[in-house]
């Protein structure tokens, strides 16, 4: 869904809600470049006054190019929300 509405002078307001399946994500991803690579995400375990998390282990993927390490700054969602900021700046 896209919603356009006037916001003031010479302003546009968009509004975009989209529902996509995983496999468009990555496939965007793979034509602008990106190697898609399964990763384990582990988030460490928590404790503090009021908050007691344990160790997580989040299975995703990391989208990286040119040999770049694996990493939690380039899970493939990230990445995703990275390239169409960029995508919509250009308009």
Do not use: C, W
Not at 35 to 58: G, H, N, T, W
């Amino acid at each position: 869904m896209i919603n356009l509405t006037t916001n003031g002078k010479d302003i546009i307001k968009m509004e975009i809600k989209m529902h996509l399946p995983q496999m468009s994500v990555i496939n965007f991803l793979q034509k602008k470049g990106y190697e898609i690579k399964a990763f384990v995400l582990i988030l460490e375990a928590e404790d503090s006054f009021l908050l007691s998390e344990p160790r997580q282990e989040i299975y995703t993927f990391t989208a990286t190019k040119d040999e770049e390490p694996q990493s939690a700054k380039n899970v493939y969602l990230n990445v995703f929300e990275t390239e169409i900021n960029k995508f919509l700046k250009e308009i």
